[in-house]
């Protein structure tokens, strides 16, 4: 009976005048408003979740406390919350954490839907597997950025996304110990991919036990390595943009406090991590053993938030940052597991 009714209110109200109004009405509401009116009936729900163009283009998960204050020595963990510094900040003690959340988002085929136009999803603290890379790449097919870090995600995961994830244009490998690189950059060569990407990171540096190889050419033909910031860039979109972030000046010093670049005095957050402060054309390396080793050296020893940014654009509020040491959460998550086996 109840179904009855709804469906000849969903016939009324979708009809006539209506139809013109109800566009009109639903722009003027922010998404809190939006939720409640899709709360009232099946019409509302109906028409508000399968509206693509409703819902926000960027979608923010929420903060979950971090375990313990290991933030760097110099820094107070209020603070880098506040510079939303995520990367500094470590993981929920839950290593499912994310999947949890991704998972009531994608509780329904409605809710699934409403996503699909959604660009960037700041995933915060949190820290993928391989369920929740599967989540997103269900949830938010258009987004433009991902990172993969530490060893909590396979080859699983990332197919996931290289299939699912066809516009993203920031690719990151961060410390991906289950990971064969070029495995991994393989999935990406498609014509889509080719299309959008821009540049891919991988940076595997601190204490590292694996040994690292990096895509060839066989792997991804239309990227190339920029021997001047250490990025993968696409060779097609090099000639169009200039993407690649760099000082053009001397830097001076051995990373205390008084180094820093001539060009624009940068010194912050700290070397060699310092933000460039001037856009180029990638340089395509001619003698990559070489570059591999110098890249390290150079801008991407810091936080995605910020790394690719002008120095002039982003006020950084750290001197000395470092990022987030997995490794501890490793013992802590493995000591847990333990513990509830036993
Ligand atoms: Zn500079
Ligand atoms: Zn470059």
Redesign the pocket.
Known sequence: MASIIEESAAFIMDSGPFIDVIPIILNYLDLKSLIHLAETCYFWKERIYTDVQLWPKVIELPYVGCMDNYVGEHNVLEDVIEAKLWSMVQPSDDPQALDKVLEKMASSKQSIKRFALVKKVLFKNFIHTDESLRLTALLFPSIEEISFEGNLLSIVGVRNIAISCGKLRYIEFYQCGNLDIESACHLFNTEEHKQNLERIFIYNRFRSKYAITFPTEDDLPFMEFCQRCGLYYNQLKNEKEKLCLY???IYSGYGHSCSS?D??G?STPRYPSTL???YIYHEKCSNKSLSTQRHFYELHDGHPEYMFQK?TDVKFPFRFTERRRLDKCYEKWNTKEHQQEE
């Open positions: 000082h053009p000046g670049y060009c624009c940068s460039g402060c001037q120095y």
